[in-house]
Nanobody, 119 residues
């Protein structure tokens, strides 16, 4: 059973930066496609970014392109989300997730970390 634990959330002013981390407990982290999702109050959870097993391929939601960067450190079993130029609309709970079977279905999820951006 994979466990994912996010950290690094907090409150910042618009234009600020945060880096989220997600630590995985499994021994086969390097075989997972990893992703970040977020859920704003009153809205459905949405995709933010994903990264391939070795980190060569990344994908981003249009709303965060050019501002957010996903990366991973396989020896540390950790995936990161660097968020720059934050906007109030980036506010929400951020979740990391693992696609352990390469089926484009994220089957393990962390508990989430709150990000609040004030104007």
């Amino acid at each position: 059973q994979e466990q994912l634990v996010e950290s690094g959330g907090g409150s910042v002013q618009a234009g600020g930066s945060l880096r989220l981390s997600c630590a995985a407990s499994g021994r086969t982290f390097s075989s997972y496609i990893m992703g970040w999702f977020r859920q704003a109050p009153g809205k459905e959870r949405e995709f933010v970014a994903s990264i391939s097993r070795r980190g060569y391929t990344t994908n981003y939601a249009d709303s965060v392109k050019g501002r957010f960067t996903i990366s991973r450190d396989n020896p540390k079993n950790t995936v990161y989300l660097r968020m720059n130029s934050l906007k109030p609309e980036d506010t929400g709970v951020y979740y990391c997730a693992a696609d352990t079977s390469a089926t484009s279905i994220f089957d393990f999820w962390g508990q989430g970390t709150q990000v609040t951006v004030s104007s």
